[in-house]
C-alpha cells in the first residue's frame, strides 16, 4: 500500500478532501521522523515502538570476491509492534495455516466396491 493509496482510504472513511487528508497524513510521518531524530524513540500505544539504534563497526565480507571489507557504524530505526498488532498478525498467521492444511488434505476417492 502506498501513501496516496492510505491517503485515499482515510478521505473516503472521513469523507475530507484527499488534498487536506494528504496533508495531515504528511505531517503524521514528518512529526515521526523529527521525534526519532530528535528523541531516537516514539511510542505509538496499540501500534509500536519506532526506535533510532546505533550498530556498531563491523567487519564483513564481500560475496562476490570474498574480500574483507570494513563497516562502519551507523544508526538504524527499529520498529518493534504492539500488542494489538501482534495479535492481528498471529491471526493472519493462523488463518494462512489452516488453509494450507486445507489444500494438502487429500480428497477422499471413493473405493469401488467388489
Known sequence: MTKKEIVKAISDEIGMTQLKTKEIVQKTFDAIVETLIQERRIELRNFGV???????PRKARNP?????VFV????????KP?????EKVRQLEA????AALEQQAPTS???PST
Open 50 to 56: 519506532f526506535e533510532v539504534k546505533k550498530r556498531a
Open 64 to 68: 562476490r570476491t570474498g574480500e574483507k
Open 72 to 79: 562502519p557504524e551507523k544508526f538504524v530505526v527499529t520498529f
Open 82 to 86: 504492539g500488542k494489538e498488532m501482534e
Open 95 to 98: 488463518a494462512a495455516a489452516k
Open 109 to 111: 476417492v471413493p473405493v
